[in-house]
């Protein structure tokens, strides 16, 4: 989760949304990125959908079953529904997302096998949050 902090730290400085994403598998990873939703004028490159191209493009799959994804931020409704489709293993979110994230719009978005860790590093996420629109709002 740590790396997925400094991808949204990586976001933060390129004025994006701070979220980062890192998808491992075996120990090791193999995937990370964040928001370019600015960058590539692009409203689906979200972070976890950059990094689940990633993986799936290393792993040479497009199921990542046996893959946890670390993320700084709850995913939406459209991630999960990819992360879904993907069948990721995993998942460990920082921050809840109670406006936008998939558990408000539609809690049985993800695949049944799917386990879901959420507060991993929340207080850490939630201030580089708080930071960006703070000074987004000045």
């Not at 991808?7 to 701070?18: L, V």
């Not at 959420?118 to 201030?127: C, Y």
Request: include cysteine; charge should be positive; aromatic fraction near 8%.
């Amino acid at each position: 989760m740590n790396e997925a902090l400094k991808q949204a730290k990586n976001a933060f400085e390129e004025g994006e949304i701070p979220v980062g994403a890192v998808i491992v598998s075996k120990n090791r990873i193999i995937a990370k990125a964040y928001n370019q939703t600015e960058k590539l004028n692009d409203v689906t490159a979200h972070a976890e959908m950059l990094a689940i191209t990633s993986a799936a493009n290393y792993m040479g799959a497009k199921y990542l079953n046996d893959c946890r994804l670390y993320v700084t931020l709850e995913p939406c409704v459209m991630c999960g529904g990819a992360l879904f489709w993907s069948q990721i293993g995993e998942i460990h979110y920082g921050a809840s997302d109670p406006r936008r994230g998939y558990l408000q719009s539609n809690p049985g978005i993800l695949h049944i096998k799917t386990k879901v860790f959420s507060g991993t590093l929340a207080q850490e996420s939630e201030q580089l949050l708080v930071e960006f629109f703070k000074k987004l709002r000045k």
